[in-house]
């Protein structure tokens, strides 16, 4: 394993929605990969399904009401059930700001995935676009419903 692969993506956006709104949305574990009609509970474990990438098992590990949900899953690992050594820690703070809701996103651990260096480098690449177009689609999706 290398030292010197960036081991976290970070982005944030300004939401023209309410903080229970933002709350609503983030709390749906895998809603980046897909709906799953499902709130987080500190401990479960739900399957989220993607038809082109399959199936990511995607585990709710805090929850501090209103600010802050962190999630656990294994997104270079298709299909794989959850497991020290294949997830990466993705976590969601809300911050209330005058003109809406502040939202970031912080997904870490890819430098100690226990993988061939191509594969982590590959899973920080495509985490890192995918999450630019996340945030643009979770945005536009509160704002509407705002």
């Given at each position: 394993m290398t030292t010197d692969m960036?081991?976290?993506?970070?982005?944030?956006t300004l939401i023209?929605?309410?903080?229970?709104?933002?709350w609503s949305?983030?709390?749906?574990?895998?809603?980046?990969?897909?709906p799953t009609g499902v709130t987080a509970v500190p401990g479960e474990t739900i399957v989220a399904h993607h038809d082109e990438y399959g199936d990511f098992p995607v585990q709710v590990e805090k929850i501090d009401p209103k600010s802050y949900v962190s999630y656990r899953w294994a997104s270079a690992f298709s299909g794989q059930e959850l497991?020290?050594?294949?997830t990466t820690l993705i976590e969601f703070t809300l911050t209330p700001e005058a003109d809406g809701t502040r939202l970031r996103?912080?997904?870490?651990?890819?430098?100690?995935?226990?993988?061939?260096d191509e594969q982590r480098r590959g899973a920080l690449k495509d985490n890192t676009g995918g999450w630019e177009q996340v945030m643009d689609a979770f945005k536009k999706r509160a704002e509407e419903a705002a």
């Open positions: 960036q081991d976290r993506i970070e982005r944030e023209a929605a309410s903080q229970d709104r933002v949305l983030v709390t749906e574990p895998g809603f980046w990969v897909a497991r020290e050594g294949i996103v912080v997904e870490s651990g890819f430098a100690s995935l226990d993988a061939p």
